[in-house]
């Protein structure tokens, strides 16, 4: 299975869409890479990740219409996530990462939860 998590700086992105990178974490091998985000387009994002091969996203905080997506394209959504990404990965993979079904308004950057 492969993971993506929402990245700045190694650490859970609290917005998905204007992370720096995406770790892809591959749960056959525990091995990680970063991706570098190709750029904060509507709907574009879920489909990259999707095309990856990606099966679960992690991310602080999402937008409802890349939620859609994902769930169309049958990739699971997990928001709320906080700290390291690798830990976060690790955490999904071992059943013990919360979701807090955190969806964000796109157009509106004020998180209010």
Request: glycine share 14%; with cysteine.
């Amino acid at each position: 299975m492969k993971i993506a998590v929402a990245s700045q700086h190694g650490e859970v992105a609290q917005h998905f869409g204007h992370c720096e990178e995406f770790l892809i974490v591959d749960t056959s091998t525990g091995l990680g890479e970063p991706i570098a985000n190709p750029g904060h387009k509507p709907g574009f994002l879920p489909n990259f990740l999707a095309d990856m091969g990606v099966e679960v996203i992690i991310a602080g905080g999402m937008g409802q219409g890349a939620c859609d997506i994902f769930n169309e394209r049958n990739i699971r959504v997990v928001t709320g996530a906080t700290g390291n990404s690798r830990v976060a990965a690790e955490a999904f993979r071992l059943g013990t990462l919360v979701d807090s079904g955190s969806i964000c308004d796109e157009h509106h950057h004020e998180h209010e939860h």
